[in-house]
């Protein structure tokens, strides 16, 4: 079969064909006695060979090897092809969210569609400092997006950039919460923390309910995080949340100092104390006794000091003398407030 019918069957062009002639790839077992070249059935099943494995991004080396070297084993080539692959697929994905990321913005002129892919270029960036510059530069010119600067946020890593791209976000108030939302439907513990982290730092209702949904994430660090949040701002279905957080240990004198800031009234800082009470008297563990024994120095009235009182004789020793400190401290700021106070009648 002369050249050009076989570049019509074959789909290879005529110059490639001599180009595999003059690499040696694929030579023509015979000649036209008027010289051209004349290929077998043979060559043409190594021509569809060459195309086959030229498909899978092998070179022309690495093809020729393959085809001619007896000692050639694929297994090493085919895992490099898959590595290479991976690093374009992943090359290619990132091009897409950018895009996407760009797209959502809805860029009103080539200079903002420049502007976007500028930042969100240096927000991908493997230098931190380079990434915490573009969020101050672009918080200060005004041209962050919530979307960009949340996409960013729930990935980074470095507490110094996610702290700058959380007060980004913060100044940006309820678009930054519509933004860090979907952070909280994550599958990755991580991300769920770091969306809860920035939401905390919002204030106005959106926030809120979005902090009282966290409270029932499977994960403590994100509801003690919720928790603590949420008991500032003075809602008091936080405080079995906080309690928790006692009991774990995850935050736990943020969250006690938190339930104290919820015992605004005498019924509910009663509330509070005998929540505590029954935590106590549910765990068997010192350390978790403790530190629930500390938290009722947060709680102001009579009920906490009674119960503080109880305590003190307590048969876990060190519950008796975390009490004892508790009371004295109490006392002693007690004396403070009131320095000319006297029990006598």
């Known amino acids: ?36 070249r004349e290929y077998s059935n043979d060559d043409i099943l190594r021509i569809f060979r060459v195309e086959s494995l030229r498909s899978l991004g092998l070179s ?13 084993t694929p297994t090493a080539l085919v895992g490099e092809l898959i590595d290479q692959t991976r690093e374009r697929l992943a090359r290619e994905q990132e091009l897409l969210e950018r895009l996407q990321q760009v797209n959502d ?9 420049l502007g976007l892919i500028e930042l969100v270029r240096d927000l991908g960036s493997d230098r931190p400092a380079r990434r915490q510059q573009a969020v101050f530069s672009a918080t200060e010119d005004g041209s962050a997006p919530a979307d960009v600067l949340a996409d960013a ?7 110094n950039v996610a702290g700058a791209l959380g007060w980004s976000l913060a100044r940006l108030g309820n678009d930054a919460v519509a933004a860090l939302a979907r952070g909280l439907e ?25 902090l009282e949904l966290a409270l029932a994430d499977d994960d403590i660090t994100i509801r003690s995080q919720a928790a603590i949040e949420l008991g500032s701002r003075g809602l008091i279905r936080a405080a079995p949340t906080l309690i928790d957080a006692i009991v774990a240990g995850s935050r736990d004198v943020e969250a006690a100092d938190a339930l104290g800031a919820l015992a605004q009234t005498q019924q509910t800082a009663d509330e509070l104390t005998g929540a505590l009470l ?5 765990s068997s563990e010192p350390p978790v006794r403790s530190r629930l024994t500390q938290a009722l120095t947060e709680i102001p009235g009579v009920a906490a000091h009674l119960a503080l009182s109880r305590l003190t004789e307590d048969e876990d020793h ?13 006392s002693a ?13």
């Open 278 to 282: 029954e935590a106590l008297d549910e």
């Open 186 to 210: 994550s599958s990755d513990t991580d991300v769920r923390r770091r969306a809860t982290m920035a939401i905390a730092k919002i204030d106005g209702p959106e926030a809120t309910t979005l």
């Open 153 to 159: 946020l729930l990935v980074e890593v470095v507490p």
């Open 60 to 72: 022309l080396r690495e093809v020729q090897r393959a085809l001619d070297d007896p000692d050639f």
């Open 318 to 330: 060190a519950v008796a003398y975390t009490a004892r400190a508790v009371l004295s401290s109490r």
């Open 1 to 36: 079969m002369l050249i050009g019918e076989l570049s019509r069957r074959t789909g290879v062009s005529a110059r490639m064909l001599r180009h595999y002639d003059s690499l040696g790839l694929v030579r023509p077992t015979d000649r036209s006695d008027g010289g051209y």
């Open 105 to 113: 913005t809805d860029p009103g002129t080539w200079s903002d569609v």
């Open 333 to 345: 700021r007690s004396t403070r407030k009131h320095p000319g106070s006297s029990t006598k009648g």
